[in-house]
Structure formats: C-alpha cells, structure tokens
C-alpha cells in the first residue's frame, strides 16, 4: 500500500526558510512532486524531481528560492524554500507518479495528507 507522509509545515516570518520532508513507503516512483493549495485557490504545481534528482522542474513563482531533492535510499523527497513571501503561504502536498516534466497534478497518481505553511508579513 503507497502512503505519502509530508513534515516540516510551520508557521515563519517573510525572508525565512522552511525544509518540507516527504516520505513514501509501498514503492519507488520515478516522478515526486510537491504542490500547493492556498484558501479559494486551486490546486497549483511547485516542484517536481526525476528519480535520480539530478533534472528538477519548478514553477515561475518560486524559481530561485525553492530547491527539491531526493533521498531514494530513504524514499524521501525535500523541498527547501528560502526567502518565503506572504504569498507562499498553502497547503503544501507531496505527490507521486511516473513523469516529472509536466507540471499538472493530473501525472500524479498518490498524493499526501498535506502540511500547512503560513508566512507572516
């Protein structure tokens, strides 16, 4: 059975960093992303990482602040984001799935419970 388990959510000021851990149990995915879900908004692509993590996708928004990596031998997935805006703040989400170059949810097949990141002006 795959499960998805994503930590690290907080509460931060703008300019502050957070690290969001996601780990998988049930199988290997060559395909992890993180997306992100603010109040009234829709669902939104944010990064996404090969199996190797060595070619990464991320969306306009969070280009140059936002990094995603992978531990495949803890079957885990980071993302590290730095210089965090008010606008940043969602839900954040782990997903898994076989392609990581399209940045829609629907290449996705499991996702994650979701953690909170809220960042305060």
């Known amino acids: 059975q795959v499960q998805l388990v994503e930590s690290g959510g907080g509460l931060v000021q703008a300019g502050g960093s957070l690290r969001l851990s996601c780990v998988a149990s049930?199988?290997?995915?060559?395909?992890m992303g993180w997306f992100r879900q603010a109040p009234g908004k829709e669902r939104e692509f944010v990064a996404s990482?090969?199996?190797?993590?060595?070619?990464?996708l991320y969306a306009d928004s969070v280009k140059g602040r936002f990094t995603a990596s992978r531990d495949n031998a803890k079957n885990t997935v980071y993302l590290q984001m730095n210089s965090l805006k008010p606008e940043d703040t969602a839900v954040y989400y782990c997903?898994?799935?076989?392609?990581?170059?399209?940045?829609?949810?629907?290449?996705?097949?499991?996702w994650g419970q979701g953690t909170q990141v809220t960042v305060s002006s």
């Open positions: 997903a898994a799935g076989s392609t990581w170059t399209k940045p829609s949810a629907d290449e996705y097949d499991y």
């Open positions: 990482v090969s199996w190797s993590g060595g070619s990464r």
């Open positions: 049930g199988r290997t995915f060559n395909a």
